[in-house]
């Protein structure tokens, strides 16, 4: 199934996003995941029905579909485009009709005549009923009502009752052309002001995207056989071009550098404001930015696969993702629009009862109010805001979340069960020892096996051996294969079968279990190796801060006891579960998982099983394809450094949540009432709907800045 990722613009509160959302699901898409901040749209797109017919569904919903970033036809239409355009121009004509009601102490006589202020009115209502008239309708005739139901009937109710008492020469007390102004102009300042706090939770993000737009200096050959410089913007390069990459310019692809050194500031990506020192072969990333120094390099992938795409590629798709506690303020918010226009009509139908005189015209103000200051868009905000900033903030300080779940879920996180070899350690061994217990094999013949077999894994212990015993006249076996938990297997062409791995494959053949690598052939010990470990030196700090909240560390390894006690001593870590396959582990996990809420830190493909069980698994950017592919969480620099960050980010960005909806409920469960009373007119109200989404929106962004460690 292809997966579509769309731009929709239009889209002002919780109810438009569930329309879009319920209209793609109908259409039999699937794993639909419609991001309010940003307008994001991301689908499996099933081929039920034509990318084109979709998006005209979209439309006529009332939204407009950018698809590739092209604006669709219906948008390129629009006279007005932004909110910003629409209370600029409203305003012109607002703050005349607002000054009427200075008249006696200004010489303006000529705004009390009610034809003049409905000349003032009809382009501000016009306006506004193209945008929230358009909307209310398309969303009732869909069965989503959002909330420009409710500022459509508002300044619609304020609007003809106006234009009846001119008509009818009722007098100044039933003309309210200002009301309407108002209520248009400003909510439309409202939505501008709502869009400027979106635009800052999105902050990050979009410094990534940026930096995805480039341009890149292509060597290319003339006729003559000799280089020339083409600049070319970086969507135009492909695997194997050749690019030019000067001081101070921008690498504009992943690539790996052929010759020259530089110093290369990764901030963009990694969070690591030092520069890196690189050299050739070795590997560059698009995005960051070469400090000092030239290099020659090739093009190992284009822009929609690099590094920086695929991060975010999974912040856009996190940022998608709805945490469980959403789920409670969507179904609210499906029945919220129905629910006020009921309070409406009530709060009508009261005061209409209670009141002495002027019941007719106080009621309609009243009911207007009510149906103005519902608002319906700080409880769609409230989720996605937090998760924008919070996703923000740990994408730029290489932290990875794949879901927003994990996010949620950090909150109640009470056991970490960490792997060793590569984990708590930094995977890069030296070979200590190693013994040939075979009369047949010289010493050269025995690393020439052992190297042979151990480059075809990608186990640490496997890299390190293969780094430290490399050569070129390295045995080509029949087949091979990599064992989870075990090691690795090959036959050679005469028929001899070799495995070099764990104690496992030699215990039948020895009792001592003290050394790292065994090596067998034909079912019969012929070698063994000893190598050592560095300790990763953030992980000893890493752990004592999980101690500090409360959270119990285990370690959990396929290697042996004893070298596992003597890693988890020296960190402090009291409970070890030593000598496991990769069933085992998962077994392991499923027990922990079960008894609290466990997270999960590993790197290797036996820990991937184990990853995918934990209530949160996270890896490490160096961990192999399937670990990273299955966990959560990845920290792509740094080692575990960020993990404490991480786990601050999750139950920050979820206090951030839970303040958003406590406030976003708390607004309508005061305002309505007080607007229902007569304590509010609905311009104030229209003002006080506005304020109430940048409320939420500065307090969200204030997880940019807040210490969460």
Not at 394 to 404: K, T
Not at 464 to 477: H, T
Not at 522 to 541: H, K, T
Request: hydrophobic share 45%.
């Amino acid at each position: 199934m292809e997966k579509i990722n769309w731009k929709v613009d239009g889209m002002s509160c919780a109810n438009c996003s569930l329309a879009v959302a319920k209209y793609l699901e109908k259409q039999g898409m699937q794993n639909v995941k419609v991001n309010l901040v940003n307008g994001d749209v991301l689908f499996e797109h099933t081929g039920n029905a034509e990318p084109i017919k979709l998006a005209k569904g979209i439309e006529a919903l009332g939204y407009s579909v950018q698809a590739n970033e092209k604006k669709s036809s219906s948008s390129a239409k629009k006279i007005f485009r932004t909110h910003r355009q629409r209370f600029l121009f409203c305003l012109v004509f607002t703050l005349p009709l607002m000054l009427h009601m200075f008249h006696k102490w200004l010489p303006i006589g000529w705004l009390m005549n009610p034809w003049a202020q409905l000349a003032l009115c009809l382009p501000v209502y016009i306006v506004g009923m193209d945008f929230f008239g358009r909307s209310a309708i398309r969303s009732i005739r869909n069965g989503m009502p959002n909330m420009n139901v409710l500022i459509a009937i508002g300044a619609t109710a304020a609007f003809v009752y106006s234009l009846t008492g001119s008509l009818l020469q009722l007098g100044h007390d039933y003309i309210f052309y200002e009301t309407t102004a108002t209520i248009i102009t400003l909510v439309f300042l409202g939505n501008h002001l709502e869009d400027l706090s979106i635009q800052s939770t999105q902050k990050a993000l979009n410094s990534l995207v940026k930096s995805q737009k480039a341009m890149a200096n292509m060597i290319a050959f003339n006729e003559h056989h000799e280089e020339v410089i083409l600049p070319v913007e970086n969507d135009q390069l492909r695997i194997g071009d050749l690019i030019l990459i000067r001081s101070g310019d921008q690498v504009p692809a992943d690539c790996k550098i052929l010759s020259g050194t530089a110093s290369v500031n990764e901030s963009i990506i990694t969070g690591e404001s030092l520069p890196l020192e690189k050299k050739p072969k070795d590997a560059l990333l698009g995005g960051s930015l070469l400090a000092d120094g030239m290099v020659k390099a090739q093009v190992t992938a284009t822009s929609e696969h690099s590094v920086l795409s695929t991060i975010i590629d999974l912040v856009k798709t996190a940022q998608g993702e709805k945490p469980p506690v959403q789920q409670f303020a969507d179904k609210i918010s499906a029945i919220f629009v129905p629910a006020v226009l009921i309070l409406a009509a009530l709060t009508f139908v009261i005061n209409i009862l209670l009141l002495q005189q002027n019941q007719f015209t106080e009621s309609l103000m009243r009911s207007i109010a009510v149906l103005v200051i519902a608002c319906p868009c700080a409880m769609g905000l409230a989720t996605p805001a937090a998760i924008a900033v919070g996703l923000g903030r740990a994408a730029r300080n290489g932290i990875l979340f794949r879901n927003a779940r994990s996010l949620e879920l950090f909150k109640n996180i009470r056991q970490a069960v960490f792997d060793k070899t590569g984990t708590l350690t930094t995977g890069n061994f030296t070979i200590s020892a190693f013994q040939i217990l075979s009369a047949d094999l010289t010493e050269d013949e025995f690393k020439k096996i052992v190297y042979s077999l151990e480059k075809y894994s990608n186990h640490p212990i496997a890299q390190s051996i293969s780094r430290s015993w490399k050569r070129n006249d390295g045995y080509r076996w029949h087949d091979t294969e990599e064992i989870k938990g075990l090691g690795i297997k090959a036959s050679a062409k005469e028929g001899d079968v070799y495995i070099a791995g764990s104690y496992k494959i030699a215990e039948g053949h020895t009792s001592d279990d003290s050394h790292n690598v065994y090596l067998t052939r034909n079912n019969i010990l012929i070698g063994w190796l000893d190598l050592r470990d560095e300790i990763r030196p953030e992980a000893y700090n890493v752990i004592q801060y999980l101690k500090q909240k409360n959270i119990q560390p285990f370690l959990l390894s396929g290697d042996r006891y004893a070298a596992c006690k003597l890693v988890a001593d020296q960190l402090g870590i009291d409970t070890i579960i030593a000598g496991q396959t990769p069933a085992q582990k998962l077994e392991k996990l499923t027990e922990l998982t079960a008894q609290a809420p466990t997270i999960m830190i590993g790197d290797g493909i036996n820990d991937a099983p184990a990853l995918a069980k934990a209530t949160i698994g996270i890896s490490l950017s160096e961990a192999s394809q399937i670990a990273m592919q299955t966990a959560d969480v990845v920290l792509t620099n740094k080692g575990l450094t960020n993990l404490p960050l991480s786990l601050g980010l999750g139950k920050h960005t979820f206090i951030t949540i839970k303040q958003n909806l406590f406030w976003a409920f708390f607004y309508n469960i005061v305002a309505i009432p007080v607007a229902a009373i007569g304590l509010l007119t609905p311009g104030f109200a229209a003002l006080a709907m506005g304020l109430s989404d940048v409320a939420l929106g500065i307090n969200s962004v204030r997880l940019f800045r807040k210490k969460v460690v």
